[in-house]
T-cell receptor, first 110, second 111 residues
Framework: NAGVTQTPKFRVLKTGQSMTLLCAQD?????MYWYRQDPGMGLRLIHY???????AKGEVPDGYNVSRLKKQNFLLGLESAAPSQTSVYFC?????????FGPGTRLTVT | QQPVQSPQAVILREGEDAVINCSSS?????VHWYRQKHGEAPVFLMI???GGEQKGHDKISASFNEKKQQSSLYLTASQLSYSGTYFC????????????WGAGTKLIIKP
């Protein structure tokens, strides 16, 4: 079992560029989450999904979009990147309670 | 609303004890505790679902006082491997599994 994987691990974008982060899990979990973590801070929920085909907004959804076309995949899109979106992005999945995290994607927007 | 964790940081000698607190201004359904080592992803420690519940995990235990809307994490006889940042995640509504995370408590264990 790979658990939760994230692609890519690192990315540098210029302001205004777009990109998609991919999260994949092989644990058949219903719930999936996208978080961002800024230096010295906790995690903030961007979007989440309670099942295939469903998504919902979290605490900080502005500037991001998500899709969950397949149960095992949860995509996070940035349509027009801004320097304020420089952060480490974590994906997580859960069955009920315990959340399993991916290794993270370090994104820098210049 | 983000729960408040205290202290922000603590430095211990190996073998010493520590207590990390997590307080919320809202009624809580559950409190989750995670540990994150530098450059890694958070890892689940435990979840507390009921008021007054106390759970243990090796020499790490936690309590949840539902009335006071707070939880405490207890690390006894700390080991070097306990170093990292500890986060509490609070769930306000039962069953939605959305967590609001504290800012973290950095724990440094010295030999």
């Amino acid at each position: 079992n790979a658990g939760v994987t994230q692609t890519p691990k690192f990315r540098v974008l210029k302001t205004g560029q777009s990109m998609t982060l991919l999260c994949a899990q092989d644990m058949n979990h219903e719930y999936m989450y996208w978080y961002r973590q800024d230096p010295g801070m906790g995690l903030r929920l961007i979007h989440y999904s309670v099942g295939e085909g469903t998504t919902a907004k979290g605490e900080v959804p502005d500037g991001y979009n998500v899709s969950r076309l397949k149960k095992q995949n949860f995509l996070l899109g940035l349509e027009s990147a801004a320097p304020s979106q420089t952060s480490v992005y974590f994906c997580a999945s859960s069955y009920l309670t315990e959340q399993y995290f991916g290794p993270g994607t370090r994104l820098t927007v210049t | 609303q983000q729960p408040v964790q205290s202290p922000q940081a603590v430095i211990l000698r190996e073998g010493e004890d520590a207590v990390i607190n997590c307080s919320s201004s809202k009624a809580l359904y559950s409190v989750h505790w995670y540990r994150q080592k530098h450059g890694e992803a958070p890892v689940f420690l435990m979840i507390l679902l009921k008021g007054g519940e106390q759970k243990g995990h090796d020499k790490i235990s936690a309590s949840f006082n539902e009335k006071k809307q707070q939880s405490s994490l207890y690390l006894t006889a700390s080991q070097l491997s306990y170093s990292g940042t500890y986060f509490c995640g609070t769930e306000e509504g039962g069953g939605n599994y959305q967590l609001i995370w504290g800012a973290g408590t950095k724990l440094i264990i010295k030999p």
